[in-house]
C-alpha cells in the first residue's frame, strides 16, 4: 500500500465533502433553487465515495496514481478555498449570483477539476478507474452545470 497516495486521497475525500456541505448550504440559503443545489451536493457526496472505494482498491495496489492530483499543496490550496466559501456562506448574505461565482471558482480549482477530468475523459486503461466510474450518476462537468443554471437565470456577465 502506497500510504502516500492514501492520504492525498483522503485529503480529496474531505474536498469532496466540504463541498457537499457548501451545496447543502446553498440549497437551504436559496430553496427557489434547492433542487439544483441539493444535486450537486448529491454528486460531491457521490465523488467522495469513490474515492474512498478507490481507497479500498489501493490497499491491493490497483489503483493509478493520477486518481488524485500529485501536489497536497494542490489539495490543500482547494480543501482551503472551499473552507473560506463555506464560511462566508454562513457568515454573510450573498446574492445567487455571487454564491454561483465561488461555486465556479472552487469547481475550477485544481483538485476539483482533477476529479472531474480523471472520470469524465476517455476510457482509462486503468480497470480500477473504469470500475468506478459506473458509479457516478451524471459526469457532466459541475461547472458546466452551474455555467448553465447561470445563463438559464441570466447571471453571466
Known amino acids: 500500500m502506497n500510504k502516500e497516495l492514501s492520504e492525498r486521497i483522503e485529503a480529496c475525500v474531505a474536498v469532496e465533502l466540504i463541498a457537499a456541505e ?3 448550504i446553498l440549497a437551504d440559503t436559496f430553496p427557489a433553487e434547492r433542487d439544483f443545489f441539493m ?3 448529491q454528486e460531491e457526496q457521490e465523488h467522495a465515495d469513490i474515492l474512498t472505494i478507490g481507497m479500498g482498491f489501493q ?5 493509478p496514481d493520477y486518481i488524485v492530483p500529485e501536489s497536497f499543496l494542490h489539495i490543500y490550496e ?3 478555498l472551499a473552507r473560506n466559501i463555506k464560511k462566508k456562506l454562513k457568515n454573510e448574505k450573498v446574492s445567487l449570483k455571487d454564491a454561483l ?6 469547481e475550477d480549482s485544481i483538485a476539483e ?3 472531474q477530468d480523471v472520470f469524465n475523459h476517455a476510457e482509462s486503461d486503468s480497470y480500477v478507474i ?3 466510474r459506473t458509479l457516478q450518476s451524471d459526469s457532466t462537468r459541475h461547472a458546466d452545470k452551474i455555467k448553465a443554471f447561470m445563463k438559464n437565470k441570466n447571471l453571466l456577465d
Open 39 to 41: 444535486d450537486l451536493c
Open 59 to 63: 490497499r491491493v495496489g490497483d489503483v
Open 130 to 132: 473504469n470500475k468506478l
Open 22 to 24: 457548501i451545496y447543502l
Open 78 to 80: 482547494t480543501f482551503k
Open 113 to 115: 477539476k482533477h476529479f
Open 101 to 106: 461565482e465561488m461555486t465556479l471558482q472552487m
